[in-house]
């Protein structure tokens, strides 16, 4: 069994096919995760045509390998499949609400891990788009979710066709707090991070783009404040839209 020390994101992916049986089998087996209530607040779009591949693209800022890679997979935190079993059992469900998607997106978020990790495990690679949270409401227009359903997490999905290095870590003391949470001191940030910063590939990512800090990277370039901003009142608009607020 594969060791996830030795996970790889994996954005390369050969012709090979993912076939029903294999991905059907990781689905059902990730189905044991914990979810609230054993109720399993979410669904899975499984997406494998080149149109259906190409339609999702503008929704992840169109990064190649939503449309080489052999499968996408979109999970959904989804209260509409309980709320509707509810009504149809003579039940008032009350789960159009923000703690609702918080719990369906826990849900949602524990079946996505477990199903990666049962992917890897098969020598499979994934790789986890972020994306999908900051364009919700073009993935909910894409994909035609229903109200009580919003996406959570996309998968890539395929047979590796590239050997990337393994990411870097922070060590276990930096996110450890004994018995209370212990803030960080400018002594402890240089302990934590001052490895990271010091390797050889985040030093040429600090050059190329021009900056004095790999946080100023973060900051001034990535994940910016302005995008925040934009992208939250986005987000907030997409689950007022879906019936969570």
Not at 96 to 101: A, G, R
Not at 193 to 215: D, G, M, R, S, W
Request: glycine share 4%.
């Amino acid at each position: 069994m594969m060791s996830i020390r030795n996970r790889k994101t994996i954005r390369k992916y050969s012709d090979k096919i993912v076939s029903e049986e294999l991905l059907n089998k990781l689905l059902e087996e990730a189905e044991h995760t914990p979810t609230m209530g054993n109720l399993q607040l979410y669904s899975v779009i499984v997406t494998r045509s080149k149109d259906g591949k190409e339609a999702l693209a503008p929704t992840h800022f169109n990064q190649p390998m939503v449309t080489e890679a052999p499968v996408v997979l979109t999970i959904c935190a989804d209260f509409r499949r309980t709320s509707t079993w509810a009504e149809n059992r003579k039940a008032k469900p009350g789960y159009d609400n923000f703690l609702s998607f918080m719990n369906a997106s826990t849900d949602a978020l524990l079946y996505t891990q477990s199903f990666c990790n049962l992917a890897e495990g098969e020598g499979l690679g994934t790789c986890y788009l972020g994306t999908t949270i900051y364009m919700p409401q073009m993935i909910i227009d894409t994909l035609k979710l229903p109200k009580l359903v919003f996406p959570i997490a996309t998968i890539t999905l395929g047979w590796p066709n590239e050997e990337p290095n393994i990411s870097d870590r922070l060590p276990l003391s930096a996110i450890i707090h004994n018995e209370h949470y212990e803030d960080y001191t400018p002594e402890k940030i240089n302990d934590y991070y001052t490895e990271k910063e010091n390797l050889k590939e985040n030093i040429q990512f600090v050059e190329i783009n021009k900056k004095e800090t790999l946080a100023q990277v973060f900051t001034d370039i990535r994940y910016t404040k302005k995008d925040n901003e934009i992208m939250s009142k986005g987000m907030i608009d997409a689950l007022k839209k879906q019936g969570f607020i």
